[in-house]
């Protein structure tokens, strides 16, 4: 089974950038669409960006974060990133990692997340 950890997290005020990396050991990412999901305290796992495997990507972006988050993967690294800009407030969550089918969650299994706080 594939085990994601994510990093990069922290504390930044808003109008700051954060660069996420989710790393995959167990198996390798390249045959699979990515995603990054978030969940902020008291509220459910939303989806924020995919990313597909093949060599030409193709990217989707929750309207909240279109614009300002950018999705990419390096497959030789096993690896999938997250850049974001121009952070608000409204971006605090703990930040997740996983295979995708469009904006859901290809399985119920999740890393242990990367906590992102946005100060005003």
């Known amino acids: 089974q594939v085990q994601l950890v994510e990093s990069g997290g922290g504390l930044v005020q808003a109008g700051g950038s954060l660069r996420l990396s989710c790393a995959a050991s167990g198996r390798t990412l390249s045959t699979y669409d990515m995603g990054w999901f978030r969940q902020a305290p008291g509220k459910e796992r939303d989806f924020v960006a995919g990313?597909?495997?093949?060599?030409?990507?193709?990217?989707w972006y929750a309207d909240s974060v279109k614009g300002r988050f950018t999705i990419s993967r390096d497959n030789a690294k096993n690896t999938v990133y997250l850049q974001m800009n121009s952070l608000k407030p409204e971006d605090t969550a703990v930040y997740y990692c996983?295979?995708?089918?469009?904006?859901?969650?290809?399985?119920?299994?999740w890393g242990q997340g990367t906590q992102v706080t946005v100060s005003s």
């Open positions: 996983a295979p995708v089918t469009g904006r859901y969650p290809l399985y119920d299994y």
């Open positions: 990313v597909t495997w093949r060599s030409v990507r193709t990217t």
